[in-house]
């Protein structure tokens, strides 16, 4: 039997900001509004609208998610809009649109709560058939659960009138193109900025042992190393 071991890679960069660096270019649109965003009560016929949109800033994101806000701080968290649907059944859909500064943030966020399989729907679409889906696309991070099990093609029609409006431009940092292909477990790549995010893929203290910050990169991914897949080193022995 071949060895098998499971490894854990992290890298890092810094980034040293310029007094501009915050500034929007000249003519550049202003991001869409997560609430103009939401899918309209007739996406998926069967569905109402619920509870109506609802829009959270930093200044109240607690009143969403108690407790987890930080979390969504720490991708640089602008606003989220917020709603909830219901089908003849009685099932829920909670339907929520994440704005964040970059698209790295973007995808960070999705990553750090990457959980399901691969899903064809915006970028990087994962799932739990339907029951949830997510995905990112632009600065924005896009998140379905229903409540009970509901027809797949239903929850991703709610997902599709999402990505339809949403920009498409916009990529994975640099940083995670920077992995080693060798070994490499699929969707197992974590971009993060701060300390927290990195914890529940690989605790390293309770202290910020790496110095995190606002102004960090990281990327924290998953190896698995099987002899045949991963490239010998030359022998120096002669014959």
């Given at each position: 039997m071949k060895p098998y071991w499971r490894l854990t890679l992290l890298l890092l960069s810094a980034l040293v900001l310029?007094?501009?660096a915050g500034s929007t270019a000249a003519g550049k649109p202003a991001p869409l509004?997560?609430?103009a965003l939401l899918p309209p009560d007739s996406t998926v016929s069967?569905?109402?609208?619920a509870q109506p949109a609802q829009t959270f800033s930093h200044d109240n994101l607690y009143n969403l998610v108690d407790g987890q806000a930080d979390s969504f701080f720490a991708y640089?968290?602008?606003s989220v809009?917020?709603?909830r649907y219901q089908?003849?059944?009685g099932a829920l859909l909670n339907v929520q649109i994440w704005q964040v500064a970059t698209p790295a943030d973007a995808f960070g966020l999705f990553t750090f709560n990457r959980a399901g399989a691969a899903a064809a729907v915006g970028k990087d679409g994962d799932t739990d058939p339907g029951r949830r889906l997510t995905f990112w696309q632009n600065q924005y991070y896009v998140y379905l659960n229903a409540s009970q099990s509901v027809p797949d093609d239903q929850l991703v029609s709610f997902a599709l009138s999402v990505v339809s409006k949403l920009p498409t431009n916009g990529d994975p940092p640099a940083l995670v193109g920077r992995l080693p292909p060798n070994g490499l477990e699929p969707r197992s790549a974590i971009?993060?900025?701060a300390a927290m995010s990195l914890q529940n893929e690989l605790w390293l203290s309770d202290d910020n042992?790496?110095?995190l910050g606002p102004t960090t990169n990281g990327v924290v991914a998953r190896y698995s190393y099987r002899e045949s897949t991963w490239p010998r080193r030359p022998s120096n022995r002669m014959c």
């Open positions: 310029g007094a501009c509004s997560p609430a069967g569905w109402t609208v640089n968290f602008e809009a917020t709603e089908n003849a059944s971009f993060f900025h042992i790496l110095g």
